[in-house]
Each structure stands twice: as structure tokens, then as C-alpha cells.
T-cell receptor, first 116, second 111 residues
Framework: GAVVSQHPSRVICKSGTSVKIECRSL??????MFWYRQFPKKSLMLMAT?????????EQGVEKDKFLINHASLTLSTLTVTSAHPEDSSFYIC????????????FGPGTRLTVT | EDQVTQSPEALRLQEGESSSLNCSYT??????LFWYRQDPGKGPEFLFT???AGEEKEKERLKATLTKKESFLHITAPKPEDSATYLC????????????FGQGTTLQVKP
């Protein structure tokens, strides 16, 4: 149980284009989804928290107009990197937390974004 | 401010050499301490949740323990496939669902 998928696993795009990453909870309903960014040999950096049907809450320093998050259903959240630049190249990971009080987060496999 | 510190940063063990990873935390109103395993290029894999001091959980060669100030991840007779980065995270009463992560301990087990 508690499986989270991400698509695509790898994406290469040109500078100035937009890229959408999907995060799905496959076997549970995710009331809250989180988006992280991870730099090489570093820990996870939380970008934003999204609740189904609500606007995402962004962490300080994260541009909400650049990283658009949509949590349209209890099983799907998307992150769109708009007008991507090489400095946006990174490993993006989503996680999902279900109903109940455990606060456990289950992570997707990650998406490697390379902007050329 | 809630904080998590993991030590050591890196650990090299011989196969079969047991050891422990440390996670020290400062949090207001601990609601859960979480251990994850992360392999290179992959997302973290959930291992354990601990809720209160004195609690212990085991899974194969791993055992997690919790006190009021720290948690240990004990690895008994490790195998090369246990090589990974182990992440500790806490959820406190002020975090509104967010996890505060430590920097991780990268474990390498040599055959």
C-alpha cells in the first residue's frame, strides 16, 4: 500500500519552455501533497504544500508564478515549471499524505529535470 | 525553531559490522519522527514512524528507537544492499503537516 507515482521520470527541455510533472497516489486518497526539490548530495527542500481543492502554500523564497501547483483531485497533483531556465534543473520529488493523524508522507520516485 | 541534526554525515561499515545512526531533534510538540531510506536517483522510501519516547520498531536488520531528544537507527549485521542515505524527519505541532528533515547519513557497506 501507499504507492505514489511520478511522471515523467526524466525530462529534458529547452530554456524558456514549460514542463509539467504529475504526481499520483495510486492506492490511497491524498488529502495533502508536497513538492520537494533536491540538489546533489543534499537533503530535501520543501517547495510547497497543496491540499485538494485549495491553493498551494509556498515556502519562503519559492516563486509561485514560476512553480505552478494544482491539486485537482485526491489522487493527482501537478507541478508546472514555467519558462524554465538552466538553474531550474534539479530532482523534483512529490509526496502524499492521506487521511488520518499519522502525518506519514509517502514519496514518489522523483523527476529529473534538465533545462538546456 | 524545529530542528533535526543527523550524525555521522557518512558511515562506512564492513559487511556484518553493526552500528547506529543518530538523529537529534528539537521540536515543539512531537507528533511523529520518521525514518526514510533513499537510494541514489530515487525518492525516499518510508521505513518507520515513532510517536513517543521509549517506542521501538524493527524491520529486518533495522531497529529504530526514540527518546525525548534523539532517535537511533540501529543496523545489525548490515549487508551491501543496506547501502543508502538514511533520512530522519520530524513533525511538530507547529508544522501543519510539514516534515522537517535532517541532512541524512550516507551509509556504505562493503562486502
Amino acid at each position: 500500500g501507499a504507492v505514489v507515482s511520478q511522471h515523467p521520470s526524466r525530462v529534458i527541455c529547452k530554456s524558456g519552455t514549460s514542463v509539467k510533472i504529475e504526481c499520483r497516489s495510486l492506492d490511497f486518497q491524498a488529502t495533502t501533497m508536497f513538492w520537494y526539490r533536491q540538489f546533489p548530495k543534499k537533503s530535501l527542500m520543501l517547495m510547497a504544500t497543496s491540499n485538494e481543492g485549495s491553493k498551494a502554500t509556498y515556502e519562503q523564497g519559492v516563486e509561485k508564478d514560476k512553480f505552478l501547483i494544482n491539486h485537482a483531485s485526491l489522487t493527482l497533483s501537478t507541478l508546472t515549471v514555467t519558462s524554465a531556465h538552466p538553474e531550474d534543473s534539479s530532482f523534483y520529488i512529490c509526496s502524499a499524505s492521506g487521511t488520518g493523524n499519522s502525518y506519514e508522507q509517502y514519496f514518489g520516485p522523483g523527476t529529473r529535470l534538465t533545462v538546456t | 525553531e524545529d530542528q533535526v541534526t543527523q550524525s555521522p554525515e557518512a558511515l562506512r561499515l564492513q559487511e556484518g559490522e553493526s552500528s547506529s545512526l543518530n538523529c537529534s531533534y528539537t521540536v515543539s510538540g512531537l507528533r511523529g519522527l520518521f525514518w526514510y531510506r533513499q537510494d541514489p536517483g530515487k525518492g525516499p522510501e518510508f521505513l518507520f514512524t515513532l510517536y513517543s519516547a521509549g517506542e521501538e520498531k524493527e524491520k529486518e536488520r533495522l531497529k529504530a528507537t526514540l527518546t525525548k531528544k534523539e532517535s537511533f537507527l540501529h543496523i545489525t549485521a548490515p549487508k551491501p544492499e543496506d547501502s543508502a542515505t538514511y533520512l530522519c524527519a520530524v513533525h511538530g505541532s507547529s508544522n501543519t503537516g510539514k516534515l522537517i528533515f535532517g541532512q541524512g547519513t550516507t551509509l556504505q557497506v562493503k562486502p
